[in-house]
């Protein structure tokens, strides 16, 4: 016992001993810290003394940041390790360091290599060279606010005196830190007020508003410079202590007194109640009124009522400026409203903000459903990329623009616009305030200007198919001549070639009739030899003419008549003239062995003919304007939806001048066309045939060169083949492209001559093929054409052709290029 008893004794000494270093410890660091005034300098006087003192090798000051789950280091001692001040995320230290400095407990690790708390953070612990660790933290109103740590690169083991040591120390810090920042608050605020009264009289002077102060009786204790020269005073002195609601604000607006116990000034002052006045009457020295809008409100002293302070402006400018903008508020909106263009005016987004009655009719939309949405709602998408494109580089470089394009209107139709777009900004203000378009509805010149221009384009191609067409006949025609020239024919080939002559010459013929007759209907010149006809009748010419042309391309005719007799008023030459063209045109677009039929029926008071085939059919964008004077549909190089394009439009005038109409259908391409012709009837007796009539089917049906000839003209080939048989050559003829083809590759000819029109493979693309052929690749290509444009040149040679000519072909030229290429070949020309 006795020896315990000592034991305890000695312990009770040591703890006394370390007990006074201690408070010997804070007293030097109290001393070192009192006069410091920046909180770094606290902290790192007080660091460096504990350091020192508890022989570790770093010791630092924590700040824990607003966030609470990250500190800064500072106030940092080391000895012989780096420093480590910055910021930290507390997780980085370990979940156990953070759950033990929320609860403000300490966190003491003597050995972290074996410590298991510290398992997860070990690596970051080795970056920073702490072995073994004590940290305080600083707890106030319950939140982890600060904390002080010592750092051992060795382990240690850490002694009860240095903890509390160290705990002292940091909260020692903390409140040397609190004190000096409450001081300098203190000293600061006291400066403040210092300065106060000067800075308010120089801020209540700086303001153009007038302003006063009054104390609960009335009296006023405050004024600024506004206030005296508003109301005519020249000091200050004038005006303090006096009650001034007699002088300054007797009568309302309209004259009417003003008691002193209504004023809202003196009210305010006396019962603590704000007021906002906006339109009432202040009075100057000198008695004259001006018009004021005031704020006055309470003054509260220690929660007692002291006073009121009232603010007020001059609003005579303001008025003046309100009526000047309230009349040209009038004169814009007039002309807003009454322009003839449309007006819409959109924010930077293209919100609809405003518009006019005429924009609203232009769009076809209320002025409720616009302002609901945005101009990208009702613009045409074609046109909306380059008007977003336009409006972003007008906002960008404050440049106005104009555009076309076209609006949607709520039922689908288009509309088209001239916009004329400019930006509005608020003085001295460089966003856009909003986007102003002025709208002008072109539709109708649009639709002339695309009227004007197909009417332009089906000039243009009439004028190349015309061209085409008299080209055509020509060719055989100038063979022929060439080929009589020559004086060396036996008469069944001057026979051969005279028919040749004779039925192109026919064939132009018919072609200048039908411009002619296209010329005189189309201006109102042609008259008509009317007599009562049997319709019957003019259908069985009409076909008697057409039958050559149904049976070439073995068409199946099937004509079917109303029993009843059909009888028109009207000219025979006319009317067999239309039944012609329709069936001319059925027989053009339809395939071989197709079908053709012609129908006839004859209800009360009317005589319908309808043409029906099973052709190429009409797309529905050219329907509208089949019978339009030079349409067509889109042309192929092998002319098989050839024509001058007038055809149709004579049929139309024709049958308009004996007062009928006609129409036509068709369900598109590869599906056929039907035309119907509606005729008035005449008023005959009934006669009926003995029997009605079934449907009538009618069935149509230098040295020898080798030079094969390819063309669909029968009769161009036959006489240019002649022609280059009595000039010494041997020549071939094929009036089909892919005939010619196998021909070619089989007879290997020297010279190809080859027409670019020709039906399913036209020229170029024949010329192609060869070209591709091992055997044919290197042979000459001659190509002889209606196409006597340049690009039709250029298409030829980029198909592979050596030379082009137009049609009539220049014999002698012709002949020249043979011999040319006789000789290049080594081949002596015989005689």
């Known amino acids: 016992m006795s020896d315990l008893h000592i034991l305890s004794a000695s312990d009770e000494e040591s703890s006394l001993h370390e007990e006074l270093e201690k408070y010997r410890f804070l007293t030097r660091i109290d001393d070192a810290i009192r006069s410091l005034v920046d909180s770094a300098d606290i902290t790192q006087t007080a660091a460096t003394l504990l350091g020192q003192t508890l022989e570790v090798e770093r010791c630092a000051y924590a700040y824990v940041n607003e966030d609470d789950d990250s500190f800064t280091l500072t106030g940092n001692y080391t000895n012989g390790v780096p420093s480590i001040v910055g910021r930290y995320e507390s997780a980085s230290f370990g979940s156990e360091f953070v759950r033990l400095s929320h609860l403000g407990l300490p966190y003491i690790v003597e050995d972290t290599e074996t410590d298991e708390r510290v398992k997860d953070v070990l690596e970051a612990y080795r970056q920073t060279q702490i072995r073994a660790v004590v940290s305080i933290p600083v707890l106030k109103a319950g939140r982890f606010r600060a904390g002080m740590a010592v750092h051992q690169s060795t382990p240690r083991r850490w002694k009860d005196h240095e903890v509390k040591l160290l705990t002292a120390v940091a909260h020692r810090c903390w409140e040397s830190i609190e004190r000096n920042r409450i001081a300098l608050e203190l000293r600061n605020a006291e400066e403040r007020i210092r300065n106060s009264h000067d800075y308010l009289r120089l801020l209540i002077n700086c303001t153009e508003e007038g302003f006063y102060s009054i104390d609960s009786e009335g009296a006023t204790v405050l004024c600024n410079a506004a206030f005296l020269k508003l109301l005519g005073f020249e000091r200050e002195e004038e005006v303090i202590g006096r009650k001034l609601h007699a002088l300054i604000h007797h009568s309302h607006s309209d004259g009417s007194p003003y008691s002193e116990k209504d004023c809202p000034i003196y009210k305010a002052a006396r019962d603590g109640v704000s007021a906002y006045v906006q339109d009432e009457s202040f009075f ?7 018009p004021v809008e005031y704020r006055v409100r309470p003054v509260w002293r220690n929660g007692r009522l002291d006073g009121a302070v009232c603010t007020f402006v001059d609003l005579t400018d303001r008025r003046h400026t309100e009526m000047a903008l309230q009349q040209s508020e009038a004169h814009l909106q007039s002309l807003f409203e009454q322009t003839a263009v449309g007006i819409c005016e959109t924010d930077g987004t293209g919100q609809i903000i405003r518009v006019n009655d005429r924009y609203c009719e232009i ?272 042309r192929s190089p092998d002319r098989s939806q050839g024509g001058l394009g007038i055809g149709l439009a004579l049929v139309k005038s024709l049958v308009t001048l004996h007062n009928g109409t006609i129409t036509c259908h068709s369900a598109g391409l590869g599906k056929g066309s039907r035309f119907t012709v509606t005729l008035p009837r005449q008023g005959r007796p009934a006669i009926r045939a003995a029997q009605a009539q079934d449907g009538v089917q009618v069935r149509a049906g230098s040295s020898k060169l080798r030079i094969l000839v390819v063309d669909d003209n029968v009769d161009a080939a036959q006489l240019l083949g002649m022609y280059l048989e009595v000039a010494g050559h041997e020549v071939a003829v094929e009036h089909d492209s892919r005939q010619a083809l196998i021909r070619a590759g089989r007879e290997l000819p020297d010279v190809c001559i080859l027409d670019i029109g020709l039906p399913e493979m036209d020229g170029n693309e024949l010329a192609r093929r060869l070209r591709a052929q091992e055997g044919t690749a290197k042979m000459a290509l001659i190509a002889v054409t209606g196409y006597g444009q340049e690009q039709d040149r250029l298409n030829a040679m980029a198909a592979g052709f050596n030379h082009h000519f137009v049609k009539p072909v220049d014999a002698a030229k012709l002949l020249a290029l043979l011999s040319d290429i006789s000789k290049a070949r080594g081949i002596a020309l015989e005689q």
């Open 284 to 290: 100057r020295r000198d008695g004259s009124s001006f």
């Open 363 to 634: 769009v076809a939309r209320t002025r409720e459903e616009l302002l609901a949405r945005k101009m990208q709602d009702i613009t045409h998408p074609d046109d909306l990329p380059r008007n977003l494109a336009l409006l972003r580089k007008a906002v960008a470089t404050g440049q106005p623009f104009e555009l076309e394009k076209r609006y949607v209107r709520p039922d689908g139709s288009i509309v088209w616009v001239n916009n004329t777009v400019s930006l509005i900004r608020t003085p001295g203000s460089q966003p856009v305030h909003s986007i102003l378009a002025v709208t002008l509805d072109i539709s109708e010149r649009k639709r002339v200007e695309d009227a004007l221009r197909q009417a332009d384009q089906r000039k243009d191609e009439f004028l190349a198919m015309l061209a085409h067409e008299l080209r055509n006949p020509l060719a055989p025609i100038g063979a022929a001549g060439e080929l009589l020239a020559i004086g060396q024919l036996d008469r069944e080939r001057i026979m051969q070639t005279s028919a040749v002559i004779s039925r192109q010459v026919r064939h132009m013929s018919g072609l200048l009739d039908d411009l002619l007759d296209v010329s005189r209907v189309t201006r109102g010149l042609a008259t008509l030899d009317k007599a009562d006809l049997d319709v019957k009748h003019v259908i069985a010419d009409a076909i008697e003419q057409v039958r050559p042309l149904i049976e070439g391309k073995r068409h199946r005719l099937t004509v079917e008549l109303d029993p009843e007799p059909a009888h028109v008023q009207g000219d025979a030459k006319r009317l067999v003239q239309i039944l012609t063209n329709l069936l001319n045109n059925a027989a053009k677009y339809t395939p071989e062995q197709g079908s053709i039929s012609l129908t006839m029926r004859a209800p009360d008071g009317q005589v319908i003919l309808e043409v029906l085939d099973n052709g190429i059919g009409i797309t529905p964008g050219l329907q509208p304007h089949i019978f339009d004077l030079f349409a067509q549909a889109e």
